[in-house]
Structure formats: structure tokens, C-alpha cells
């Protein structure tokens, strides 16, 4: 296993330093905007260096020719690839977007439906509410890690991070194959880490973040399907972004604001103009993040009272973070 997580490291490195060196001709790039938190043109390619990485590790780890339902996974994430390139080079229309989102989240649940108790006839009444619901919650999950790469690092750390902790939870149970394609896309984001530090000189683009957001509730799912956590591991996980993305989003629609139109409601943002920067912005996010986690693998083990109260704790704490950001933030 080692060696193949060096062999992704690699890959993912040398593939975004060749991006780089490509230039504008022929990678797209990023042009700033008064959303911008970059001064200058940066390359959106960093993205294509992940996919490249996780790509020869999932080949290296997974017999795909055996496992139908393995290349299933990767047809759907290289169609959200080609879609997501597609549109870092010209602009795509939302409906292509989302059409090829929900093709994606459908044949992640057609891999899943099985072990869910589900038959193709089965999809009436609440069974077809769930599969809906499923849908939906994977087409946001897309959609959230693309709306929160929008500063130096970040989604970067967070996949790090949240893909790390669930290596963990995979190596605990000793599920070697979720264990080792979960350190796979770590492998792959550190490949393209040094690239991305603010000041960034690659940015990953749509092609990094949708696929990541994509993996995330691919390998939540999976992980409840194995046992591995329960169904609040994963949202407590990676909630530095579930919760940043939805309440900006929710607190838009309240606002009776254009959600299609850029921004800076995020709380990142907020606090980047409060006066952090982008450098203690992150190590903020960072250290929430590693809070996160730390409590997500502390808590697998307590009574299901303690793990209500640690949700309504960390519910009553991210209410107060952004209430406290919203006060103080003069934009």
C-alpha cells in the first residue's frame, strides 16, 4: 500500500508541475473578479492532477475488471470530469451541469441500491422519497466543494483531512480496500498541496472540486454501508463545509438574494475581511477541521445520549461562529 500512495503522491505532483508549465495555452485559467480573493491569472488545472493520481490508485487497488460496479464509479467521475473541464474552459449551462450531477449520483446509489435492500421495482412511496433525498444530497455534496474552493488551501485540507479520518475508521475495521483508496485521494490532494498554498500558483478548477465533493459522499455512503460509522460521522467530518455552504445558502434565499450570482457570504470569506488573511483564515479552518475529526473518532464509542449532546454542542458552536462573523463583518 505504501508504495502505491507514493506512486499517486507522484503522479498528482509531476502532472500538476507539467500544468503549470503548460501555461495559458493550454490550461484554462483563472481571471480575478470582484469575488476574487487573487489579484492575478491563475492556472485552474490542479484539479486534472488529482484526478490523474487518484486514477492510478483506484486501478493499482481495486480490481476493476472483476467489479462491474467499480467501473461504474469511474464513468461517472470522469463524465463529472470532462463536465467540469468543459466548463473551467467555456461556460457550461446549469442544466448540462446538473443533468450530468444527477447521471453521476444515480449511478452511485445503482451501486448501493443492493446492499440497501432495494430492487428496481421497489422504487415507490418511501423507498422512492429515500432514493430521491439520496440523490439530492449527493448533488449538493458536489456542488457545496465546488461553492467552498474559493481560498488558497482549503479544499485542499479538508479533503486531507476528512479523507484521512476515514481511512482511519477504514483501517480500524480492517476494510484494506476503503482504507486504501481513501488514502489514495490524500495521496492525490498532497501531490497538488504545495501548488495550491496561498500565494496559490494553481488553483484545482471545477474538475478537483466536484470530483472531490462527489467522493466525499461516495465514501460516506460506502462507510455507512459497511458499518464502518454511523450516518452523523460523515456530516460532523467534513461539517466545516456542509455547514459554511448551506447556511450561506439558506441565508441567501432568506435574504431573497440571487443564489446564481457571485459572492462573499462565506464564512471564510467574512473572516478574511475581518482581518485574518488568508494564511490565519486557514489555519482556523485547519484547526476546526482537526476538531472535527478528533471528535468524530472520539465519539464513534459513546451512548447515543452523549453523541446527541456532541451534536447540539457543535450545532450551538458553529450558530455562534456565524453569528459572531455576520456581526462584525463590515461588507
Not at 467521475?77 to 444515480?106: G, K, T, Y
Not at 439520496?134 to 476528512?162: H, K, R
Not at 460509522?229 to 438574494?257: C, H, N, Q
Request: charged share 10%.
Amino acid at each position: 500500500m505504501i508504495w502505491q500512495i507514493l506512486a499517486v503522491l507522484m503522479v498528482s505532483f509531476f502532472t500538476c508541475l507539467l500544468l503549470l508549465k503548460a501555461g495559458a495555452r493550454y490550461v484554462p485559467m483563472d481571471q480575478p473578479n470582484h469575488r476574487s480573493m487573487h489579484v492575478r491569472s491563475v492556472p485552474r488545472a490542479g484539479g486534472m492532477g488529482i484526478v490523474a493520481g487518484v486514477l492510478v490508485g483506484m486501478v493499482a487497488a481495486w480490481p476493476l475488471s472483476i467489479y462491474w460496479s467499480g467501473w461504474l464509479i469511474v464513468i461517472a467521475s470522469l463524465l463529472l470530469a470532462i463536465i467540469a473541464f468543459w466548463d473551467d474552459r467555456a461556460d457550461v449551462s446549469p442544466v448540462q451541469r446538473l443533468f450530468i450531477q444527477v447521471l453521476a449520483a444515480s449511478c452511485l446509489l445503482l451501486v448501493s441500491y443492493p446492499v440497501l435492500g432495494f430492487s428496481p421495482d421497489s422504487f415507490i412511496g418511501w423507498k422512492l422519497m429515500i432514493v430521491l433525498s439520496a440523490v439530492l444530497c449527493i448533488v449538493w455534496s458536489i456542488n457545496l466543494y465546488n461553492f467552498m474552493d474559493g481560498m488558497d488551501g482549503l479544499a485542499t485540507t479538508m479533503a486531507i483531512i476528512g479523507f484521512a479520518c476515514l481511512a482511519w475508521f477504514g483501517w480500524q475495521a480492517g476494510q484494506v480496500e476503503y482504507t486504501s483508496l481513501a488514502l489514495t485521494i490524500v495521496a492525490a490532494c498532497l501531490g497538488f498541496l504545495p501548488f495550491n498554498i496561498h500565494p496559490a500558483k494553481m488553483f484545482m478548477g471545477d474538475v478537483g472540486s466536484t470530483l472531490l465533493g462527489f467522493w466525499v459522499a461516495g465514501f460516506s455512503l460506502w462507510g455507512i454501508l459497511l458499518e464502518l460509522y454511523p450516518w452523523w460521522v460523515p456530516l460532523l467530518l467534513f461539517s466545516p463545509f456542509w455547514v459554511d455552504a448551506s447556511a450561506t445558502l439558506v441565508g441567501r434565499i432568506l435574504r431573497k438574494e440571487n443564489v446564481l450570482q457571485a459572492h462573499k457570504s462565506h464564512l471564510y470569506q467574512r473572516l478574511v475581511r475581518l482581518g485574518l488573511g488568508q494564511r490565519r483564515t486557514l489555519l482556523l479552518e485547519i484547526v476546526l477541521m482537526l476538531a472535527c475529526a478528533l471528535l468524530a473518532v472520539s465519539a464513534i464509542d459513546w451512548p447515543g445520549s452523549g453523541q446527541f449532546a456532541l451534536l447540539m454542542g457543535v450545532t450551538i458552536a458553529y450558530a455562534s461562529l456565524f453569528r459572531i462573523a455576520t456581526l462584525y463583518d463590515k461588507a
